[in-house]
Nanobody, 116 residues
Framework: QVQLVESGGGLVQPGGSLRLSCAAS????????MSWYRQAPGKERELVAT????????NYADAVKGRFTISRDNAKNIVYLQMNSLNPEDTAVYYC?????????WGQGTQVTVSS
């Protein structure tokens, strides 16, 4: 079975940084598109960043461009989301997703709170 486990969330001050991790089992992150989503209170879940299986191309939501970076470590089978210059609008539960071409697999999420 495919399992995705997020970690690295927490409470940070505005302007601070966090690195989220998504540890995968059952499938290799090398062979599938991996994405980070987030869902803030009262809002719909939104796509934050994606890294593709072919060539490692990345794309980002406009709200996080220049501040967030998605990457992967194929040896460790982990996908990361480096978040810099955080602001209160980044507060949300962050979810990792794997798309195998036939099915979407989701992690349980990790809470990120940005507050002074």
């Amino acid at each position: 079975q495919v399992q995705l486990v997020e970690s690295g969330g927490g409470l940070v001050q505005p302007g601070g940084s966090l690195r989220l991790s998504c540890a995968a089992s059952g499938r290799s992150v090398r062979f599938y598109d991996m994405s980070w989503y987030r869902q803030a209170p009262g809002k719909e879940r939104e796509l934050v960043a994606t890294i593709t299986s072919a060539g490692g191309s990345t794309n980002y939501a406009d709200a996080v461009k220049g501040r967030f970076t998605i990457s992967r470590d194929n040896a460790k089978n982990i996908v990361y989301l480096q978040m810099n210059s955080l602001n209160p609008e980044d507060t949300a539960v962050y979810y990792c997703k794997m798309f195998t071409g036939a099915y979407n697999y989701w992690g349980q999420g990790t809470q990120v709170t940005v507050s002074s």
